[in-house]
């Protein structure tokens, strides 16, 4: 059983914004770690944006200031607000949620940004 499911993907201009939604099922979800990582074509996964269960967050440098990621407990909903989006920001974006042992992906959404 997959306990997380991405939603909110999809196709935008550049300049353009869209907000990704992660929801866990099944997981003491305010015990997790949160995060949401990329995936281009003919690349290697990275890492977006963290946020513990303190809240504290912590982000890639290439989405600084663009990207903003926010917890809601009371939802087990993660989410991913993209604004100024680029091309280069092309890719699947995957949930993960890390607790101890255990490390949970969701299946992915995508996200394409045309120029």
């Known amino acids: 059983q997959v306990p997380l499911v991405e939603s909110g993907g999809g196709l935008v201009q550049a300049g353009g914004s869209l907000r990704l939604s992660c929801t866990a099922s099944?997981?003491?979800?305010?015990?997790?770690?949160m995060g949401w990582y990329r995936q281009a074509p003919g690349k290697q996964r990275e890492l977006v944006a963290t946020?513990?269960?303190?809240?504290?967050?912590n982000y890639a440098d290439s989405v600084k200031g663009r990207f903003a990621i926010s917890r809601d407990n009371a939802k087990s909903t993660v989410y991913l607000q993209m604004n100024s989006l680029k091309p280069e920001d092309t890719a699947v974006y995957y949930c993960?949620?890390?607790?101890?042992?255990?490390?949970?992906w969701g299946q992915g959404t995508q996200v394409t940004v045309s120029s």
């Open positions: 993960n949620a890390f607790f101890r042992y255990s490390d949970y």
């Open positions: 099944g997981i003491m979800f305010s015990s997790y770690a």
């Open positions: 946020v513990a269960p303190s809240g504290n967050t």
